[in-house]
């Protein structure tokens, strides 16, 4: 199975911003479609932004203005710029292959078949 790492979490302050990064062990990364995915107590998870193998993107309403994700092949890393962060933004947050940025969506992410989920890093908007 692929193995992804995700790391950049960590503990800030409403309106700071933080960067995450999802790397994959064994496999390089630009063939593949990515997205990001939180997860909050209590709550399903959602997706938050996918980029896919030639850069098309995808953000769910609520990350929209704030939040930007990217892709270096050479790095074999996919990146999410996370500005102004809110408390509603505390989550687990994981990166996972999509094959369409459709599973993104709160439609179709239940349908993804994926179930090699990393670790995850944990972000908390406090005050």
């Known amino acids: 199975h692929v193995r992804f790492v995700e790391f950049g979490g960590g503990l800030v302050t409403p309106g700071e911003s933080r960067r995450l990064t999802c790397t994959a062990l064994?496999?390089?990364?630009?063939?593949?479609?990515i997205g990001w995915f939180r997860q909050a107590p209590g709550k399903e998870r959602e997706g938050v932004s996918c980029?896919?193998?030639?850069?098309?993107?995808y953000y769910t309403d609520s990350v929209k203005g704030r939040f930007t994700i990217s892709r270096d092949n050479a790095e074999s890393a996919v990146f999410l710029q996370m500005n102004d962060l809110k408390y509603e933004d505390t989550a687990v947050y994981y990166c996972?292959?999509?094959?369409?940025?459709?599973?993104?969506?709160?439609?179709?992410?239940?349908?993804?078949?994926?179930?090699?989920w990393g670790q995850g890093t944990q972000v908390i908007v406090s005050s």
């Open positions: 996972a292959p999509i094959t369409e940025l459709k599973y993104c969506t709160s439609q179709y992410a239940p349908e993804l078949e994926f179930d090699n």
């Open positions: 980029i896919s193998s030639d850069s098309d993107t």
């Open positions: 064994g496999f390089t990364l630009d063939a593949y479609g």
